[in-house]
Nanobody
Framework: QVQLVESGGGLVQPGGSLRLSCAVS????????MGWYRQAPGKQRELVAN???????NYENFVKGRFIISRDDAKNTVYLQMNSLKPEDTAVYYC???????WGQGTQVTVSS
């Protein structure tokens, strides 16, 4: 049974940082692309960043220069380092396993003073 478990969300002040983790079990993520998506209240889920099996990363314009996606295949885990957070980054963040079409349960990120 494939499971994706996100962690690392929380409440942070504007300008702060958080690091999200997505631990995958039930499947080896080597060579499988992974992604981070987010969904704010009243909005559709949107792509934040993704990373290929070879480590190549893509970012949406609204997080370029602030967020970094990375992976540790030995730990079967994907990360999202979020810096210079803004109130508009507030959302539930989801991890996604491409080709297998699996989602995690999400972790809440709230950016507020």
């Amino acid at each position: 049974q494939v499971q994706l478990v996100e962690s690392g969300g929380g409440l942070v002040q504007p300008g702060g940082s958080l690091r999200l983790s997505c631990a995958v079990s039930g499947i080896n993520i080597v060579d499988i692309a992974m992604g981070w998506y987010r969904q704010a209240p009243g909005k559709q889920r949107e792509l934040v960043a993704n990373i290929g099996g070879g480590g190549g990363a893509n970012y949406e314009n609204f997080v370029k220069g602030r967020f970094i996606i990375s992976r540790d295949d030995a730990k079967n885990t994907v990360y999202l380092q979020m810096n210079s957070l803004k109130p508009e980054d507030t959302a539930v963040y989801y991890c996604y396993l491409y080709t297998q079409n699996y989602w995690g349960q999400g972790t809440q990120v709230t950016v507020s003073s």
